[in-house]
């Protein structure tokens, strides 16, 4: 209870502290943070004012630029050399020269409404005007006379080289439009009239919509206030549509009107203003305004936002400011309380290193004990009192000590721990000791002794004596038995010899027929066997087996039917009443390996497919035991499968072996294949399948029978992208050519 209440005064008085100190901190830190704030907020309104200054100086030169444009256009048209030609009042025929020149002006410039050509006298002796359709020139009789109009009065008193531009005159359709008068002067320096152009300047000062600064609206005001261009703006009061800059804010219009250019911060926004006035000076030229207007709303958005972000940066760092008051606070209280957790951490320590399942001792640098836990005292059979101040020479034998010694002496001397094996005698014999040793240094970072922590592994080294006895025995039984795979797989590789040599590496040539096959082995030995052998002089023996399963059984059972098929085993053969041989039907051999080969005895079964080729006509009977069909190609290049047959061989007959007979033709071809063809797999487990061999073989169909063969290897392994085949690939094929040369 005591301890609480004194912990409570402690939190209270760090309370207290923390306030002393957190809040002058933060009174400081929000005037400075205010005054940052009105020096930024100054300094963006500088800026504002300089871009918008910018911006109104950009506007400015646009306007000038199409001013004069238009004013040179003028000067050019008055310079036109029909007109610098005459000498009194032009002619039809000038006048028609003259409206076919000036329609060319019309129809390459479209900001041109109108162009008129007046004289001396203040007559219009020929207009030209471009509305929306085509151009339509008008030469009045008799001419309008427009001498009492003031802007025609005042060009005409106009000397060489200068021109009249009218105020800008509001068209409902097109918008703002100038007239420019320019005096027309011929050779003799005489005065002939006046080349006026009205010049659609709504269409050209829309331009200026492309120099729009980022913020506020862009206006061109005429003499009297009215908005030529620009006038509606968000964040703002929307103009209405008749209502003018004057009307709207008519102070500003007073300073507008009267000073060149300027710039005033108002209840409405920031007003920038310049003056434009036509590039040649004249007397009572017009001028226009442009007004660049950045509402206020805007003014305050791009100057409050730094005080949100200082806003944001202020809470911030008081949040900071905050915790490390609290920390220098609490600092007090954490030390009184890192003080008792010493001493308890002190405590533990004490009682591990004394009750800990390993030996701990202290030794100084002179090798006296200065430390030894209770294990030290139960194996040594020593007090740790008696243990205090004696060395390594006083407790063991001279041997022992001196290894101990020299493993101290190399822990004092190095930088991190030592571990070693000790031999340590007892009562029960000599026990061994992983000892980790380290150095002991004082603040100073002085060496002034050696801890030492021993760990009894007598057990440990025992087992792993043991372990590694029986390791030994383990490594060796692992060699007999890898030199009992080795003979395995030599005896393997042997039997994979002795099967391929079954195969027909010559096959019979014969005039009647053409014979090729193609066999590729996989990595184990299989059960694929085919052959192709006369029966007397008449008939050809074709078969192809495939015994089910790997391995030598597989390849044992292989080499057993192949000698059961052999003309000289009497299986296949039968002498008739004259004794010559006769070769017996399909169905009849497939009925013999049947009863030679039950599954009770072999446990093993395979598929076959037996065919009898007579040579003379190509009647060809045949049989197949669960055999894939082969595939019967016909010279014009129908295909049909030779499905006639039964089960596999050595079930004892459940279905009778049926045998077929068809008739080969000249051309026709004959392909035996094992399912080790179509059963072949891609990446992702599809199958080659029995419709692709037949898509492959109807591709091949012109080509000899040994090419079809070597060109279907390559597709099976473009299928599988040449991934190693599970089982043997057996193909063979026979092309009948007929009974003989002349077939």
């Known amino acids: 209870m005591e301890t609480d209440t004194g912990l409570n005064r402690r939190l209270w008085a760090t309370l207290v502290r923390f306030l002393l100190l957190y809040l002058p901190v933060a009174l400081v830190l929000a005037l400075t943070t205010y005054l940052f704030y009105r020096i930024e907020a100054n300094n963006e309104r500088r800026l504002l004012r300089s871009e918008q200054y910018h911006q109104v100086q950009i506007q400015k030169e646009a306007v000038v630029a199409i001013l004069e444009g238009v004013v040179i256009d003028a000067l050019i048209q008055s310079k036109h050399n029909l007109l610098e030609g005459l000498h009194g009042a032009p002619n039809a025929q000038t006048l028609g020269v003259l409206a076919q020149e000036l329609a060319k002006v019309l129809e390459t410039t479209p900001m041109y409404r109108r162009i008129q050509f007046i004289d001396q006298h203040g007559r219009e002796l020929l207009r030209l005007e471009q509305e929306h359709g085509p151009i339509r020139v008008v030469k009045d009789q008799p001419p309008p ?11 005409l008193k106009l000397p060489p080289g200068r021109v009249y531009v009218s105020p800008m005159e509001q068209d409902a359709v097109e918008g703002a439009i100038s007239r420019v008068a320019a005096p ?5 320096d005489q005065r002939v009239g006046l080349v006026v152009m009205d010049y659609r300047a709504g269409r050209a000062i829309t331009k200026l919509a492309g120099l729009r600064p980022g913020q506020g609206v862009v206006l061109l005001l005429d003499q009297q206030g009215r908005i030529l261009l620009g006038g509606r703006y968000q964040g703002s009061p929307q103009l ?9 804010w008519p102070r500003m219009w007073a300073q507008v009107a009267e000073q060149e250019q300027g710039q005033i911060f108002a209840p409405a926004g920031l007003f920038t203003w310049a003056t434009v006035a036509p590039p040649l000076p004249g007397q009572g030229h017009p001028w226009w305004k442009v007004v660049s207007l950045v509402p206020e709303a805007k003014v305050d958005a791009a100057v409050g936002i730094y005080l949100v972000q200082l806003t944001q940066l202020l809470t911030v760092v008081l949040f900071v400011a905050g915790l490390i008051c609290w920390f220098l606070a609490w600092t007090q209280v954490r030390h009184r309380l890192a003080q008792k957790a010493l001493a308890d951490s002190e405590q533990r320590l004490q009682d591990i290193m004394t009750f800990s399942p390993a030996v701990i001792y202290l030794k100084d640098r002179a090798g006296r004990y200065q430390f030894v836990n209770r ?3 139960q194996l040594m059979g020593i007090k740790q009192e008696q243990a205090l101040g004696m060395t390594d020479q006083e407790l063991f034998s001279s041997h022992t000590a001196k290894a101990l010694h020299r493993h101290d002496h190399k822990a004092l001397v190095g930088k991190g721990p030592l571990h070693s094996e000790e031999q340590i005698p007892q009562e029960d014999g000599m026990h061994t000791y992983l000892s980790a040793k380290f150095p002991l240094r004082d603040p100073g970072g002085r060496v002034y002794g050696v801890c030492g922590i021993s760990t009894d592994v007598t057990e440990l080294k025992r087992t792993q004596a043991e372990l590694k006895r029986a390791k030994e025995k383990a490594e060796t039984a692992n060699r007999d038995l890898r030199d009992k795979q080795d003979r395995l797989d030599e005896d393997l590789l042997a039997a994979a010899g002795i099967q391929r040599t079954l195969l027909p590496y010559n096959l019979p040539r014969l005039p009647q027929v053409e014979l090729a096959w193609k066999f590729v082995p996989s990595e184990v030995i299989g059960g694929d066997l085919f052959h192709a052998q006369p029966l007397g002089p008449e008939h050809l023996c074709l078969y192809m087996l495939d015994v089910s399963g790997h391995g030598v059984p597989a390849s044992l059972m292989t080499v057993s039917v192949h000698e059961t098929l052999d003309p000289a085993s009497g299986h296949v053969t039968k002498d008739d009443v004259s004794g010559a041989p006769r070769a017996l039907p ?8 049947d009863r030679e080969y039950p599954l009770e005895r072999f446990g093993k079964s395979f598929s076959i497919v037996y ?10 009977f045949y049989s197949s035991a669960g055999h894939p069909p082969p595939i019967l190609l016909r010279a014009g290049g129908e295909m049909e499968e030779l499905t006639a047959g039964g089960t596999l061989i050595g079930l004892d007959g459940v279905v009778p072996f049926e045998e077929g007979r068809v008739v080969l033709r000249p051309g026709d071809k004959l392909i035996l294949y094992t399912d080790g063809v179509v059963e072949y797999r891609d990446r992702g487990g599809a199958m080659f399948g029995v419709e692709r061999l037949h898509r492959h073989v109807l591709q091949g169909a012109a080509l000899p029978v040994d090419e079809l063969m070597e060109s279907l290897w390559p597709k099976l392994m473009a299928f599988g992208h040449n991934r190693p085949i599970d089982d043997d690939v057996s193909i063979m094929g026979l092309e009948y050519r007929g009974h003989g040369p002349g077939s």
Do not use: C, H, Y
């Not at 427009?146 to 802007?151: A, G, I, K």
């Not at 209405?240 to 709207?248: I, N």
């Not at 399909?586 to 390996?593: F, K, Q, S």
């Not at 065919?611 to 060809?620: A, F, I, N, P």
């Open 375 to 377: 294990l030290f005292e």
């Open 184 to 188: 027309v002067w011929n050779r003799r």
């Open 145 to 155: 006379d427009l001498s009492s109009e003031p802007w025609v009065a005042k060009s």
């Open 586 to 593: 399909p169905g009849e051999v497939l009925g013999i390996l």
């Open 240 to 248: 209405k549509a008749s209502e003018t800059f004057s009307q709207r």
């Open 611 to 620: 065919m009898l080729l007579r040579l003379s006509d190509g009647e060809l």
